[in-house]
């Protein structure tokens, strides 16, 4: 049975730093991604890792400020989130499957998701 389980949310003014993880078990995952979904708002794309790690995509709002990367050796993906903005708010997911794509029909696995909160 497979599991993605996140951490690393949490309340933060603007301006300071999260280190999001995602921990998969029941099964490896050639892609692996990141996702948001703000109050009232519709889940929209984050980040895309490959299984290497050396193909990563990113939403144009958080690039130059996110990076996603994983560790297989743990099964576990990194959001590593810097100079957050009252606009980063919402619950972050985490998704796995076999194509990476920003699309969130694209991923066969979901997390329940993390509460991050930046306060102005």
């Known amino acids: 049975q497979v599991q993605l389980v996140e951490s690393g949310g949490g309340l933060v003014q603007a301006g300071a730093s999260l280190r999001l993880s995602c921990a998969a078990s029941?099964?490896?995952?050639?892609?692996m991604g990141w996702f948001r979904q703000a109050p009232g708002e519709e889940r929209e794309f984050v980040a895309s890792?490959?299984?290497?790690?050396?193909?990563?995509y990113y939403a144009d709002p958080v690039k130059g400020r996110f990076t996603i990367s994983r560790d297989n050796a743990k099964n576990t993906i990194y959001l590593q989130i810097d100079s957050l903005k009252p606009e980063d708010t919402g619950v972050y997911y985490c998704?796995?499957?076999?194509?990476?794509?920003?699309?969130?029909?694209?991923?066969?696995?979901w997390g329940q998701g993390t509460q991050v909160t930046v306060s102005s």
């Open positions: 998704a796995a499957g076999t194509i990476i794509t920003a699309q969130a029909t694209g991923y066969d696995y």
């Open positions: 029941g099964g490896s995952f050639s892609a």
């Open positions: 890792i490959g299984w290497s790690g050396t193909t990563t």
